[in-house]
């Protein structure tokens, strides 16, 4: 038996931490963004363009004034309500990945309602809202009723539905109710009843909706015996059947009421910003809501923020264009921000620290940025995740 | 008094010629290594030698799955080396431990739900044959069984079998890609005295193959039955390292604890009360649709914990959740308090002041991410004061969640913590205290102390004995035979979906007890 020759050195670890403080979680993702922007800015500088100039113009033509919040905003109204609608079935381990075409329904149904009854505004705009909700939640319903009777897999089935919706509402915006008085060929006429605008900006009381769903979403979960029980499932399906909670009835409601945030999205577009119903109404919004959602971790209120952040960042490849990056460069841009941003996220629940460590003189530097395995009695410290499987367990 | 709470039997029964060889097949020095929060291991030294059982003794927390998920690969420790046959080791995950023959058995197992027990087995594997038909792979499953003396139903799906047989498919999984050195992480856990038994024997043909075994337990009597040198930890230190055959159970129960151990269990004598529960002539099917419940009687009386002793896959989980409404009823009765609770709800059992600690605390029992709050009021969500119309009063549930805490002597540091960091013991306190709770009636306890170190265990049956002494009827569903036998008032034993024997506490067989739990009674009436 040979001894190696032992010597100190230090080694870099990467540990999973039980809580991160509040401060701590705000820098670490302002540092993931920065770190995004510093990589961009020199890239774009070896391409020859002023990375300084250019992020200077983007960030004042969007956050710097009222036009750039107001446009901000507006855009994220959408966002913000396909990633409620994500959010709330990830609450119970569901994945509603066909928002946008429960976007269009709603939309479809808002139209519908506004071409072709009559009424006052007011009321007509109140109908128009639960028209939207029901389209969106009518369109989820097949796969609910999948999902929770046959546990027919929602991701695909929402999926698959998007596609549906699309050629639906082009069937209707080209065919029977296409604006036959404009040279519009691929939309329906304005709609007669709009969402009024605040004051003179070019805002409607539409931007308030996905706040106030936000808040009641946060208080129904923590302060309703229903919210409880839609927490305990998500925790724990196997807790919940115990405790004679009807889960599937609870899975039928949340994705309804999921399709419903997500047609209501569909409403405010087509009646404070398209104003007329086509085929190209959703700009991929569904899809967005699936990294808004991600990007919030959970919460309603993280939705909001989440929604506001992304809207900004697209508002600023459309500035960018302007001053002459392609298309293309301008999506790799905000691939890059939001690809740092999520591993900003995930890197706060891991400490990093730099150890001296004893070992034979042969072992070069490691890095151990593994997961550890949660023992369950020890220690009693948690370092366990909500991602069910992980690949050690499987590996004996 | 034929009866033997201290499991001498056990003892007498397995207890080997020792004579391992001097041959060093696993040296670990100076390991440490830091949870957050918590010093798990704290300079540990240990050696295994080939051909020996070790046993790894401690409390929960005191580092011996720490130390061993660092010797199979999980963990890296912060300081300190390992050495395997006289080579130094680095192992960055389990993959490379296994290679290097070193196996590990958790106690929480790692089980494909939906793939057969064949599959398991060779899953992940690359030496399995390039053709793997069910067939072929239950051919070499069988060989593997026969080969290792564990016998399992290599076609059966994982989510089909009882724990003690799926635990045979994660012992057959590391011996079947020739691990030298096997660990077992609190192996007996989930075992009936007949099972641990075998597994004392599979362990010890083992090591007579000159493999190294590794036996993590707190159980003082499997120390002495089976292994041939012991190390005890206490709060991550290696406390004693000795031949097994210098220590008794005493000697060890002090070094565990660091003190002598009396059980403080108050049973108050009582007249038995009316019957609380009737069942009568219960069937049920398992989750394999098949008969578990072939004609169920039993009754129990206010004041009285009638004990239910079997070995696992009985039918013992399955009459538990029967008589909680989780579970159809084909044919037969159950009342409380007279009242036909047949077909009814889990609510309306919780109604009828029924509560249930069930088997699997983490599957069934407690949501672990959400707060300590949020799984005390679990029963309690839909009654007045916490409920109030559609809404939940966040002020009352902290206070309902505060008593809870209080009376069963939780260990939190805040009631918004949530249940996963919480240790398994404050887990199960937490647990008992809200079905008790409930339980104004009839408590339906299913293992209630497995995986508890001796603190826990002790505090949780003496909080159950308290639910007794109050009056109420307890069935305590245990494959502890101890656990039985310290606790009932009567004892009945369950074989093959049925009750083939009933004992009252005072005239206890343990000997008859055994062989009904192994079906001699029914040998007896063929015969």
């Known amino acids: ?396 | 008094m034929e009866a033997d709470p201290q499991g001498e039997s056990l003892v007498n029964s397995v207890r080997p010629a020792l004579n391992p060889s001097k041959v060093l097949s696993v040296e670990m020095r100076h390991i440490w290594k830091r949870f957050p929060g918590v010093l798990a291991n704290q300079d540990i030294d240990l050696e295994l030698y080939r051909g020996e059982v070790h046993a790894l003794l401690g409390e929960n927390g005191a580092g011996k799955s720490t130390l061993m998920h660092i010797l199979s690969g999980s963990y890296q420790p912060d300081s300190g080396y390992v050495r395997i046959d006289g080579e130094k080791v680095h192992f960055r995950s389990p993959a490379q431990a296994i290679a290097k023959g070193i196996g590990i058995v958790h106690q929480h197992f790692r089980l494909v739900d939906v793939l057969s027990a064949a599959e398991n087995i060779h899953l992940g594997w690359g030496d399995a044959p390039w053709r793997v038909t069910p067939q072929i792979l239950a051919e070499r499953t069988e060989k593997y069984c026969a080969e290792f003396g564990l016998h399992v139903d290599p076609k059966a799906e994982i989510w089909q079998l009882s724990t003690g047989e799926q635990q045979r498919v994660e012992i057959l999984r590391v011996l079947a890609r020739g691990a030298q050195v096997l660990i077992l992480d609190e192996p007996t856990s989930v075992l009936t005295p007949g099972e641990a038994e075998e597994l004392f024997r599979v362990a010890r043909g083992l090591a007579a193959k000159g493999r190294s075994v590794v036996f993590i337990t707190h159980k003082l009597e499997e120390v002495l039955a089976v292994s041939d040198r012991v190390t005890v930890l206490r709060n991550g230190r290696v406390v004693s390292s000795c031949m097994t055959s210098g220590c008794t159970k005493r000697s060890l129960a002090a070094m565990l604890i660091g003190q002598e151990f009396v059980s403080r269990l108050h049973r108050e004598q009582r007249a038995p009360g009316k019957p609380v529960l009737e069942v009568s002539d219960l069937h049920a099917l398992n989750n394999r649709g098949l008969p578990a419940l072939k004609g169920i009687h039993l009754s129990i009386r206010e004041g009285e914990i009638l004990g239910i002793a079997g070995v696992a896959g009985n039918g013992q989980s399955e009459l538990a959740e029967a008589i909680n409404g989780l579970r159809p009823i084909q044919q037969g009765t159950i009342r409380v308090d007279g009242v036909d609770l047949t077909h009814k709800s889990p609510h309306q059992f919780v109604d009828s002041g029924v509560g249930h600690i069930p088997e699997d605390r983490h599957g069934m029992g407690l949501v672990t991410s959400l707060s300590v709050a949020d799984n005390a009021i679990l029963r309690q969500y839909k009654h007045a004061p916490i409920a109030k119309g559609m809404r939940l009063d966040g002020k009352e549930s902290l206070k309902f969640a505060k008593k809870i805490v209080e009376q069963s002597a939780v260990k939190v540091s805040s009631l918004r913590e949530p249940v996963r960091h919480l240790s398994g013991g404050n887990q199960q306190r937490l647990l008992t205290g809200r079905e008790t709770e409930v339980a104004s009636r009839l408590l339906v306890a299913v293992h209630p102390t497995q995986g508890l170190d001796i603190g826990a265990t002790e505090e949780v049956r003496s909080h159950l004995m308290k639910h007794r002494n109050q009056g109420n009827a307890l069935l305590l569903i245990s494959e502890d035979l101890d656990e039985v036998l310290i606790m009932s008032d009567r004892i009945a034993v369950m074989y093959g979906g049925k009750i083939v024997g009933e004992f009252e506490a005072g005239d206890v067989n343990r000997t008859r007890i055994g062989l009904l739990m192994g079906g001699a009674n029914e040998l007896e009436e063929a015969g």
């Open chain 1, 1 to 396: 038996m040979t001894i190696a020759q032992e010597r100190v050195h230090r080694t870099l670890r990467i540990r999973r931490r039980s809580d991160a403080p509040f401060w701590l979680n705000v820098l670490v993702r302002v540092f993931a963004i920065a770190l995004a922007l510093l990589l961009v800015g020199i890239v774009l500088n070896f391409s020859g363009m002023e990375p300084i100039a250019l992020g200077r113009k983007a960030i004042v033509q969007t956050l710097g004034g009222a036009y750039g919040l107001q446009q901000a905003a507006i855009l994220a109204t959408p966002l913000i309500m396909t990633g409620l609608a994500v959010n709330v079935g990830m609450r119970m381990r569901l994945w509603n990945i066909g928002a946008d075409g429960q976007l269009y329904l709603g939309a479809f149904a808002a139209t519908g309602v506004a071409l072709f009854v009559k009424g006052p505004p007011a009321l007509m705009l109140v109908v128009m809202f639960f028209a939207g909700a029901i389209g969106g939640a009518l369109w989820i319903l097949v796969p609910a009723v999948l999902r929770a009777f046959w546990n027919v897999n929602e991701i695909i089935t929402t999926l698959l539905l998007n596609f549906v919706a699309v050629l639906l509402i082009n069937h209707f915006a080209i065919g029977a109710w296409r604006d036959t008085g404009a040279a519009i060929l691929s939309a329906t006429p304005k709609l007669p009843y709009l969402l009024p605008s605040i004051g003179k900006s070019y805002m409607t009381y539409g931007i308030f909706i996905p706040i106030i769903m936000a808040i009641l979403i946060q208080m129904v979960l923590h302060n309703t015996q229903w919210g409880y029980e839609v927490r305990v499932i998500g925790g724990s399906r196997g807790v919940a059947e115990f405790a004679g909670i009807p889960v599937l009835r609870h899975i039928l409601i949340v994705l309804l009421f999921s399709g419903a945030l997500a047609g209501l999205a569909g409403m405010i577009e087509v009646s404070a910003t398209a104003l007329r119903l086509s085929g190209t109404l959703s700009n991929n919004y569904g899809y967005m809501g699936i990294i808004v959602a991600a990007l919030a971790n959970g919460s309603p209120l993280g939705v909001v923020l989440a929604g506001f952040l992304l809207a900004a960042l697209l508002n600023a490849g459309i500035v960018l264009q302007t001053s002459g990056l392609s298309v293309s460069a301008m999506l790799a841009i905000n691939g890059v921000i939001l690809i740092f941003a999520a591993i900003g996220e995930v890197a706060t629940q891991y400490k990093i620290s730099l150890e001296k460590i004893q070992e034979s003189a042969d072992d070069a530097v490691q890095i151990d940025a593994h997961h550890e395995i949660e023992n369950e009695t020890e220690p009693a410290v948690e370092i366990e995740t909500e991602v069910q499987s992980r690949p050690e367990e499987l590996q004996p």
